[in-house]
């Protein structure tokens, strides 16, 4: 009598268990896209990736604007710790916007070059 009533209690907590796994996995998956993600921001995987859409086209290696180059790991880091690039970037007024002639780096890429800085120049 009593394992006939438990039987289907273990099944229908069994039922409710996996119910609410897929909608913790649902959740994950639909809000995690919009997340962003700042740990183990690398110059590799993430930094140049922005460098070289927004500021390559004219710090690149020949002529570069203001001087600047800004192509590479070294050039950029350099440029970080002695320059104005945080502020050209983030457009606080501290230095000319950048990129020059329009747009700005969204709120996710700020935050990624803050964190890249913070963790030591990761390349
Ligand atoms: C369309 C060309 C162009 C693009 C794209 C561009 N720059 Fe510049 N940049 C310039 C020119 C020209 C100057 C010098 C004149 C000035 O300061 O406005 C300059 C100056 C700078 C300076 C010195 C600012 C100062 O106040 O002395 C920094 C730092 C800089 N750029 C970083 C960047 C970064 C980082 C990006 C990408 C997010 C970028 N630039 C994208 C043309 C550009």
Sequence with gaps: MVARM???LV????VVFSLTACYYDKGEELYGKNQCVTT???YTNDISV??????VG???VTSPSAGISLHDYATVVE???NGKFVGSVKQDGTASNMPKGGGKWSNCQVSKLDAWIQ????Q
């Excluded at 099944?11 to 069994?14: I, K, N, R, V, Y």
């Excluded at 922005?50 to 500021?55: L, P």
């Excluded at 963790?119 to 990761?122: D, P, R």
């Design 6 to 8: 438990i039987k289907p």
């Design 11 to 14: 099944f229908s907590l069994m």
């Design 40 to 42: 183990n921001v690398t």
């Design 50 to 55: 922005f460098v070289n859409q927004s500021c």
């Design 58 to 60: 004219c710090h690149g």
């Design 79 to 81: 440029s970080v710790k």
């Design 119 to 122: 963790g030591g120049f990761k």
